[in-house]
């Protein structure tokens, strides 16, 4: 997950504050000296780390105690307002054009992820307003980019408009146009050409493009693992393009986020969505707010919620609670289960969504190990579908016949029907709320 570390540091140096009754401007310049060093080193660019660290500072010299919060709570308030300044204030979305099309060309990098991305938009777009996207393929210089937006379209029922790869990404745009005005498609997004690096051709004919399709948004794909280069290629293809705003990819990976705080700060353009996944639904609103909340592991409960929503299907959550209260919960919908905590990404990046859950001892080892969920997986898979409604029927030799069938011993079994029959039991007591029955818990 990204900005681990930085999370980490960040907390640190703010947590050292905890036990003061004032806080004294020796303090604050310590603090901000480790500050300034977690932001440096997660590859914030310098100007932003400094405009940031002086906004900081001047806040938070002499803080005291105040109202119900103690200095470290005030300090942390401060640097949480303030990195949401960093990363743009406000929530800001599409901009949308008064009459249909509206007009969205995405730039930036090979690799970047602007193919991916507008397959993501493009899925969105669908779900929440029924709206009837036509995708343009002008990424002439790579036949592959053709089939994977080709790709993309075929999965979302979505037309993809393309001309090969002989005639020019300006002409291939205008025709593209044309089709989309005369099919009334509500959205046209246009998948333009990248390159390893920045170059005069690129731009040049980025520039044509944007001269002949006068977009309502000019997105500006970056991948968060580029680190400082990032800031770089986004100044570049902004004094080009004139950017309307900022997608940051791959903030799944283990990157150390730099990019996502300087950004904002050296474009000026907002940060609209990022992506946080391979999926189509990997996509998340970009929110300045939640996105500091999260960076000083402060978790980002409106998110969970949200992903969560998301997710999971409303009419099947019911059923499954019904289930637990009735105790019928079965092997079916474990595996159910399994599947729905599959699609919401890793354990791990969720329960630090969690207020209070990053700063937790022990937490960097909670890790749900993807291959101990298939093993559980193939478990399941090789049950009858008699065994799978009614666990009770798993005597020592259907046991030994699991096990042999899904490759596992048959203490791993064992152990997989064990906690299988403890979690039904403590769903069964939880969903009658007798929460002081499950052991411990009278302990908390
Ligand atoms: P393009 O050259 O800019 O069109 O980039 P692509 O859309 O082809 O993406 C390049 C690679 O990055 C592909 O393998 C994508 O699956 C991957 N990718 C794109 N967005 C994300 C993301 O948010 N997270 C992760 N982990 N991978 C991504």
């Given at each position: 997950m990204a900005f681990e570390n930085l999370t980490k540091r960040l907390q640190d140096a703010m947590g050292k504050l905890r036990r003061k009754g004032k806080v004294s401007e020796n303090d604050v310049k310590e603090m901000m000296r480790e500050i300034r060093l977690a932001l440096l080193e997660a590859d914030v660019a310098l100007p932003v780390v400094k405009e940031f660290t002086k906004a900081v500072r001047e806040r938070a010299v002499g803080v005291e105690v105040l109202e119900?919060?103690?200095?470290?709570?005030?300090?942390?308030?401060?640097?949480?307002?303030e990195l949401t300044k960093t990363l743009g204030g406000e929530t800001v979305g599409l901009n949308k054009s008064e009459k249909i099309?509206?007009?969205?060309?995405?730039?930036?990098?090979?690799?970047?992820?602007?193919?991916?991305?507008?397959g993501k938009l493009a899925n969105k777009l669908i779900k929440e307003e029924n709206a009837r996207p036509l995708l343009i393929a002008a990424?002439?210089?790579r036949p592959a980019a053709i089939d994977q937006l080709k790709t993309l379209g075929k999965q979302l029922d979505v037309p993809v408009f393309d001309m090969g790869t002989d005639t020019s990404p300006v002409e291939i745009v205008r025709n593209g146009l044309l089709l989309a005005r005369e099919k009334k498609n509500d959205y046209v997004l246009i998948d333009t050409a990248g390159r390893l690096h920045i170059d005069e051709t690129l731009m040049n004919e980025l520039k044509d493009i944007k001269a002949l399709a006068n977009p309502d948004e000019i997105l500006l794909v970056v991948d968060a693992m580029t680190g400082q280069d990032a800031v770089n290629v986004a100044a570049s293809?902004?004094?080009?393009?004139?950017?309307?705003?900022?997608?940051?990819?791959?903030?799944?990976g283990d990157t150390r986020g730099g990019a996502a705080?300087?950004?904002?700060?050296?474009?000026?353009?907002?940060?609209?969505?990022?992506?946080?996944?391979?999926?189509?639904?990997?996509?998340?609103?970009?929110?300045?707010?939640?996105?500091?909340?999260?960076?000083?592991?402060?978790?980002?409960m409106l998110t969970l919620i949200e992903k969560a929503q998301q997710d999971f299907d409303e009419k099947k959550a019911e059923e499954m609670a019904q289930k637990m209260r009735e105790n019928t919960f079965d092997f079916n919908d474990f595996?159910?289960?399994?599947?729905?905590?599959?699609?919401?990404?890793?354990?791990?990046?969720?329960?630090k969504m969690i207020p209070g859950m990053s700063s937790m001892p022990g937490i960097d080892q909670v890790k749900v190990d993807p291959k101990d969920m298939a093993r559980k997986r193939?478990?399941?898979?090789?049950?009858?579908?008699?065994?799978?409604?009614?666990?009770?029927?798993?005597?020592?030799?259907?046991?030994?016949?699991?096990?042999a069938g899904s490759g596992n011993s048959v203490v791993e079994v064992n152990k997989m029907i064990k906690n299988f029959n403890e979690a039904k039991k403590m769903m069964s007591l939880m969903s009658k709320g007798e929460m002081n029955k499950i052991p411990g818990m009278d302990q908390l």
């Open positions: 119900n919060l103690n200095p470290a709570q005030q300090i942390v308030k401060i640097v949480d307002e099309p509206t007009i969205i060309m995405m730039s930036g990098l090979q690799g970047a992820g602007k193919t991916t991305f507008a990424d002439v210089y293809f902004n004094e080009a393009l004139g950017i309307t705003g900022v997608i940051i990819t791959k903030l799944d705080l300087s950004i904002r700060q050296v474009t000026g353009a907002p940060i609209k969505f990022t992506g946080t996944g391979e999926k189509l639904t990997d996509l998340e609103v970009f929110h300045p707010d939640r996105m500091s909340g999260r960076i000083l592991g402060m978790g980002d595996m159910e289960q399994l599947d729905q905590m599959n699609n919401m990404g890793p354990i791990e990046d969720l329960l193939a478990m399941v898979l090789s049950m009858t579908p008699e065994e799978r409604e009614n666990p009770e029927l798993l005597n020592p030799s259907r046991r030994r016949r699991i096990a």
